[in-house]
T-cell receptor
Framework: DTAVSQTPKYLVTQMGNDKSIKCEQN?????MYWYKQDSKKFLKIMFS???????INETVPNRFSPKSPDKAHLNLHINSLELGDSAVYFC?????????????????FGPGTRLTVL | DQQVKQNSPSLSVQEGRISILNCDYT??????FLWYKKYPAEGPTFLIS?????DKNEDGRFTVFLNKSAKHLSLHIVPSQPGDSAVYFC???????????FGKGTKLSVIP
C-alpha cells in the first residue's frame, strides 16, 4: 500500500531525448513536490504544486516542466536531456498549509527515480 | 550558499551507545526543523521534528534539541541499533513557506 509512488524507478536514456517521470500519492495531500538529488547528495527543491497550482518554481532550466492533472498526481517532463540532468529525482507530498505543526510540515517521499543520461 | 549545514559526512558508533548528529543553519527565518532518515535506494522517511518555539522534542529513542541562539540542532539516538545505520538529513522550513531546505546528510554506521 504505497503512499507516494514514482515510475519508473530507473531511467537510462540518450542525450537530447525527452522523458517523463510520473508521481502519484494516495494520502489525500494537497501539496506535491519534486526534488533533485545530485552527485553531491544535496536534496534540492525544484517545484511544488498546491491543489494543482504551482507555488514553488526554483531556478531550473525550462526544459523541466511539471504537470499536475489532479491533486494526487505530479508528473515531471524533461525535454532535450543533458548529461548534467543525471541524478535521482524524488517526488514528495504533504498535507499543505503553513501551521507550525508536524502534520503540515512533514513531507512524504517516493522511492526516487534514478535518471542516467548517456 | 548552504543555509543548512551538516558538517560531518559520516559517523560511526558502537551498538548500544549514543549517536549525536549535528546540524547548523544560517537563516533566522527558519521556524520548523525536521530530521529524515534515508536507506539506500529508498526515499527519505520522516523521523522527528521540532518547532522553533521549543528546545527539545523526544520520541522513543530519538531526541532533537534546538539551540536557537546558536542556530544549531542535534539529533540524539540512544541506544543506537544496527538498524539505525542510514543517512540522516536535517531540514528546515521558513515561516510562511512550503519549502524545505535540506542539509547534505550524515551517514551513520552503527557497529554491532
Amino acid at each position: 500500500d504505497t503512499a507516494v509512488s514514482q515510475t519508473p524507478k530507473y531511467l537510462v536514456t540518450q542525450m537530447g531525448n525527452d522523458k517523463s517521470i510520473k508521481c502519484e500519492q494516495n494520502l489525500g495531500h494537497d501539496t506535491m513536490y519534486w526534488y533533485k538529488q545530485d552527485s553531491k547528495k544535496f536534496l534540492k527543491i525544484m517545484f511544488s504544486y498546491n491543489n494543482k497550482e504551482l507555488i514553488i518554481n526554483e531556478t531550473v532550466p525550462n526544459r523541466f516542466s511539471p504537470k499536475s492533472p489532479d491533486k494526487a498526481h505530479l508528473n515531471l517532463h524533461i525535454n532535450s536531456l543533458e548529461l548534467g540532468d543525471s541524478a535521482v529525482y524524488f517526488c514528495a507530498s504533504s498535507q499543505g498549509g503553513l501551521a507550525g505543526d508536524r502534520s503540515y510540515n512533514e513531507q512524504f517521499f517516493g522511492p526516487g527515480t534514478r535518471l542516467t543520461v548517456l | 550558499d548552504q543555509q543548512v549545514k551538516q558538517n560531518s559526512p559520516s559517523l560511526s558508533v558502537q551498538e548500544g551507545r549514543i549517536s549525536i548528529l549535528n546540524c547548523d543553519y544560517t537563516n533566522s527565518m527558519f521556524d520548523y526543523f525536521l530530521w529524515y532518515k534515508k536507506y539506500p535506494a529508498e526515499g527519505p522517511t520522516f523521523l522527528i521534528s521540532i518547532s522553533s518555539i521549543k528546545d527539545k522534542n523526544e520520541d522513543g529513542r530519538f531526541t532533537v534539541f534546538l539551540n536557537k541562539s546558536a542556530k544549531h540542532l542535534s539529533l540524539h539516538i540512544v541506544p543506537s541499533q544496527p538498524g539505525d545505520s542510514a543517512v540522516y538529513f536535517c531540514a528546515a522550513r521558513g515561516a510562511g513557506s512550503y519549502q524545505l531546505t535540506f542539509g547534505k546528510g550524515t551517514k551513520l554506521s552503527v557497529i554491532p
